[in-house]
């Protein structure tokens, strides 16, 4: 008597353990690509979110850059732009800084920089940017010696003079003025500092 088992019984046995095979392979292919997928979308989420902070930083810096116009603008307050000597009130400079006061990598005060006392240079108070965000801003003059300010020894810039120009414009005047270099630090969440310098003549 033949007790051979019929060939059908072993191709069904063959094609089971072929489909066990490539479900685990297809399962694993899935699995890799979910987790690319996450980290993928974690470091958009890292990204955006980094870049909304810097964005958040860069509108609250605003906020002295406006107090230190205020300030050159406003006869009432106090600040005299006429004299080179330093006005701490103010955090005002009435010369450049140095090469040797200047951190050459980021090229501001080497005290902006410190963490001691917020590395303020001055009396002038921190303003509350809320949040946990505070921010303050130096004024420095952009001139070699204390002295008037003149193109001797000063970065002069240009204002109009509010006469009628060709088409309409306005008359511009060359080096009339003595540049100013405001300084912004803003001291956020997590011991983050953000810096952020504005050019500006005193006339604006």
Known sequence: MNTQRPSFVRRVKTQAGLVLVVALITLVVLSLGAIALFRSTDVVNLQAGAMAFSMDHNN?????????????????SGLDLTVGTDQPNFNYFGR??????????????ANLLSTTSNGWMGAAPNIDAGGGVTVNCTIERLCQNATAADRSHCQMASMPRGGQGIAGSQQPTVGSFPAYRV??????????????????????
Not at 60 to 76: E, G, N, Q, Y
Not at 185 to 204: K, M, W, Y
């Open 60 to 76: 609250k810096a605003d906020l002295c850059v406006r107090r230190a116009i205020s300030w050159m603008t406003d006869p009432a």
């Open 96 to 109: 450049q800084f140095t090469p040797a006061q200047t951190n050459a990598e980021y090229g501001v005060h």
């Open 183 to 204: 300084t912004t630090r803003v001291d956020g969440l997590r011991g983050s500092h953000f810096l952020q310098v504005t050019i500006a003549p005193n006339s604006i």
